[in-house]
């Protein structure tokens, strides 16, 4: 037994002690806050009596409907009754009902949940028939079935609030266990022998803990409104002792007069609900600060924007010339280039292939020239010469016109590419009708056309079907028809076969040969494949770590590799790799080279 | 999806059946039955005898049940035992205004709440952060607190609108629709938020899907792939989350038609209960249990046609 715990101990992530999460909620303003004014209203709701000023339920006819004054800090109400001292006083039956609904549903809530989503199978499906059932009840009246049944016993309301509360909080546990129940640790204190509730007690609550104060704190909130909402419907706590809720109905009342009377008991449900909620944040906050250190963001953009430009003429004889392109991300006020000062031309009716690792760059740099990168990431400085005009690829808005009319692009995930909503001969018909007004028909009649020219055997049915009822190859097949319908002169194909089959590759390639020998085009192939390259390219660049080191025509690379990092990573091709022995790797080649 | 229709309904009825025997065991375990309640303590024994047994309190309770149950399958709920009125002809006389003010809710905070939500999307900055803030705000007030501060505020200062009661649709539709606005606000406040930030949150996640990426590559402008290709692809954790909301609003009738003094299902609820009239209460329930079996229904046909890959086959 003790073996285990010391095997299993250090793989568990640290989770410090209670003491520590509380200073962390408190040195964050909001969560100080809430932590204050929850003190304060717990203290008060219990020493309600010794505290009030007033007897809350002492008339005073003589002083009715007063604001707010010295002698009544929150002024009196149609019976000139003191409303601190019934707000006071109140606050005792909301506290309490609060504590009665919150320990229920945190007892029944968090052992359902964790039991679920620990032990799985037919536990599992039992407590989710159960979770079921209360959350298709409507609640709202099932509690006024028990307030009539149990003649208004608010208690045993609160109590059935906790129950219909522990269905959602028993679902939101069960998927935080789910989530740490099948990390390795918890296995090796599994095998090691440890029993299921030493396990669940030990290693998967302390890790759930945000979830459930978040959860908990939400429902705290939750039943703070049930509860004013009962008192205000007449069903809770009798008039005339005081309840929140039933101060808001007496404020309804007097709103033709003395509206003020919303005010008080307002704020107070209000304030006490936003305390639950911020209390629930600041504790996922802090606990979310312990897990990722976070930096608070800052610009820095200066860096890459001037200077680095490159001075270097076009090559005017290029279907597509790129000068200076400089692409970063920013992460944490960071400023990272990915790639810098990228230079190449494509000329026309070419294939270029851009090789290197993942990470260098290859598709990012195919990315910018039609304005896609991703969120987070963007140009700084890059021109673009295509069809004798010159284009700035850090002005997205600009690029737009190109994109499909006259460079297109297919991508690496074809599958992902399609719009899961929309059948194949949507696609289709919507690229035919963008680029050329027609009808419907008509358009329908071209997508076929182009679908019999990507060779889709059955393009009728094919038309007809959605994206996840194909398979890869030919959804690659759709993205190159989709692609060529408005006869680019540029295609720029990003990893296009990687994701597919061995000989569905083969098949892809040839078709993107075939075509471009057809119509001429000019293509640029991002591949991570010398194979690929070798097969299909007629000219290769090499990018490493966001540069390009040589460019050279595939005869040249494959025979001369003019740099240490071509020779390495044609030296890393698996396909070249003696069979038997550990396939190399990048450092294993540099490292040779250096020597 | 007329198997998926009889798949839900033929789950629904095990969910009737538990809900209204809970309501029968609960009363049956309680201290003090209903004819006790109803006496207030005054009257003989044999008056409290003889109203028992008027009740039918006096035979075994899976017996009142089956007794029930079996009326309510022929589409009788009972008699109010405080009126002696026909249960289903009461609540049918309510139904209408709380249908009224449900989808009235429905169609605000959808059409505000998605419009919202995408603007703050694409946009993000001012709307945005005042989504957030007002959602704080529509979380913290309770719905019956607004529904009195915007009464008194359109009503009682401004007499812009009639504070309270209800005029039918036939009668005047001018102060039918009047009437609905400030309670339809109160139902969908909360709401509104709810499906904006929903809105936000899956359109945020759309948009940097792959499809995206490659509908601009083709040329597709921003606004189709924006109205019709994300949009729809986003709709479907807010379908869902219409649904949640639809039920809330469904509850929130209870505080909000007691509010403005509608004659709706939820202020029916609210009088059975302080009039512990267990017969309508268990119509009621009835009543608001197939109202979310429905809701349920409807999210779930939504999905079917929203989502190719959850058609069923």
Not at chain 1, 50 to 69: E, T
Not at chain 1, 79 to 87: P, Q, V
Not at chain 1, 321 to 349: C, H, M, Q, W, Y
Request: glycine content about 8%; hydrophobic content about 50%; overall charge neutral.
């Amino acid at each position: 037994m003790t073996d285990a715990v010391q095997i299993d101990t250090p793989a568990v992530p640290r989770v410090a002690g209670r003491p520590n999460l509380l200073l962390s909620i408190l040195l964050r303003p909001l969560g100080l806050f809430s932590v204050l004014w929850l003190s304060i209203v717990v203290i008060v709701a219990v020493f309600a009596h010794q505290i009030a000023p007033y007897d809350p339920m002492q008339q005073n006819l003589l002083a009715i409907k007063q604001y707010p004054s010295a002698a009544h800090l929150l002024g009196t109400d149609a019976f000139g009754r003191d409303i601190l001292s019934r707000l006071i006083v109140g606050s005792s039956g909301t506290i309490l009902g609060v504590l009665q609904a919150l320990s229920v549903a945190a007892l029944l809530g968090i052992s359902l949940g964790v039991v679920a989503g620990y032990f799985g199978r037919w536990v599992d499906r039992a407590i989710g028939v159960y979770v079921e059932i209360i959350m298709a009840l409507p609640n709202i009246i099932i509690l006024l079935v028990i307030l009539t049944i149990f003649q208004r016993n608010m208690s045993i309301a609160m109590i059935a609030v906790g129950i219909i509360g522990s269905a959602n909080t028993a679902r939101i546990i069960r998927s935080a266990t789910l989530g740490v129940r099948n990390e390795l640790y918890i296995e090796a204190a599994r095998i090691t022998g440890l029993s299921d509730l030493a396990i669940i007690r030990r290693h998967i609550i302390p890790r759930i803990l945000g979830p459930i104060t978040v959860q908990l704190s939400i429902f705290a909130a939750i039943s703070i409104l049930i509860q004013t909402g009962i008192s205000f419907l007449g069903l809770g706590v009798q008039p005339p002792f005081p309840s929140w809720g039933g101060m808001i109905l007496e404020a309804s009342v007097a709103i033709n007069d003395f509206p003020w009377l919303l005010v008080p008991s307002g704020l107070t449900v209000a304030i006490t609900i936003l305390a639950f909620g911020l209390l629930g944040d600041s504790v996922r906050d802090s606990l979310a600060a312990r897990w990722t250190h976070t930096s608070t963001p800052q610009k820095q953009r200066a860096g890459f924007r001037a200077g680095t430009t490159s001075q270097q003429a076009f090559d005017d004889s290029a279907a597509l010339s790129v000068r200076g392109l400089t692409i970063v991300t920013r992460k944490d006020g960071v400023e990272k280039a990915l790639v810098e000062d990228l230079n190449f031309d494509l000329a026309a009716g070419e294939i270029l292939g851009i090789a290197g690792e993942s990470g260098s760059g290859k598709t990012l740099s195919s990315l910018a020239v039609l304005g896609l990168l991703p969120a987070g990431v963007e140009v700084v400085s890059g021109q673009m010469r295509f069809s004798s005009k010159t284009y700035d690829l850090s002005n997205t808005r600009a690029l737009r016109p190109l994109r499909g009319q006259q460079i297109a692009m297919i991508f690496q995930e074809p599958m992902a590419a399609l719009d899961p909503c929309f059948t194949i001969g949507h696609h289709l018909v919507e690229v035919i009708r963008r680029h050329t007004p027609m009808s419907r028909a008509e358009a329908r009649a071209k997508a076929i056309e182009a679908l019999a020219e990507v060779q889709i055997a059955d393009v009728e049915t094919v038309m007809k079907k959605y994206p996840h009822q194909i398979s890869g190859g030919m959804a690659q097949r759709v993205g190159i028809a989709r692609a060529l319908i408005p006869a680019p002169q540029v295609l720029l194909a990003d990893e296009p076969t990687t994701a597919l089959d061995v000989t569905v590759q083969a098949e892809i390639l040839d078709l993107l040969r075939e075509s471009q020998k057809k119509r001429k085009m000019s293509v640029v192939f991002v591949t991570h494949d010398w194979g690929v390259v070798a097969d299909i390219c007629d000219r290769a660049m090499v990018m490493y770590h966001g540069k390009a080191l040589e460019t050279a025509s595939v005869e040249d690379i494959f025979a001369r590799p003019s740099h240490a990092y071509t020779r390495a990573l044609l030296a890393a091709d698996p396909h070249a790799a003696p069979i038997g022995e550990r396939l190399p790797t990048i450092q294993d080649m540099l490292k040779e080279g250096s020597r | 999806m007329i198997r998926l229709i009889l798949k839900r309904i033929a789950l629904s009825v095990p969910l009737v059946i538990v809900v209204t025997m809970l309501t029968f065991v609960l009363n049956n375990m309680a201290p003090g039955d209903m004819a006790a309640t109803l006496l207030q303590g005054e009257g003989s024994n044999a008056q409290y005898e003889e109203l028992r047994v008027k009740l039918g309190l006096d035979r075994p309770v899976l017996e009142q049940y089956g007794d029930w149950l079996g009326s309510a399958a022929q589409g009788d709920l009972g008699k109010s035992f405080f009126t002696g009125e026909s249960v289903v002809s009461l609540l049918n006389q309510r139904f209408w205004v709380s249908f009224s003010l449900v989808i009235g809710a429905l169609i605000l905070c959808v059409s505000v709440g998605i419009s919202l939500g995408l603007v703050s999307a694409l946009r993000g900055g001012f709307i945005a952060r005042a989504v957030d803030v007002v959602s704080v705000a529509a979380l913290i007030f309770p719905s019956f607190w607004v529904a009195i501060v915007l009464m008194s505020v359109f009503s009682v200062w401004l007499r812009w609108l009639p504070a309270v009661g209800y005029t039918p649709l036939t009668e005047n539709p001018r102060l039918w629709f009047l009437g609905l606005i400030l309670p339809v606000i109160s139902v969908a406040l909360h709401s509104i938020t709810t499906i904006a930030k929903q809105t936000r949150d899956s359109m945020g996640d759309t948009m940097n899907r792959d499809f995206i990426r490659s509908l601009r590559a083709c040329g597709i402008p921003e606004r189709a792939i924006i109205f019709k290709h994300a949009l729809r692809n986003a709709s479907l954790p807010v379908v869902t989350v219409i649904g949640l909301v639809t039920v809330s609003a469904i509850s929130g009738t209870v505080f909000v038609e007691r509010v403005f003094v509608l004659p709706g299902l939820g202020s029916l609820a609210v009088e059975a209960a302080l009039n512990s009239d267990i017969a309508l209460l268990q119509g009621v329930t009835v009543y608001f249990t197939l109202l979310i079996i429905a809701v349920n229904l409807i999210v779930d046909l939504s999905y079917g046609w929203l989502n190719p890959k959850a058609r069923v086959e």
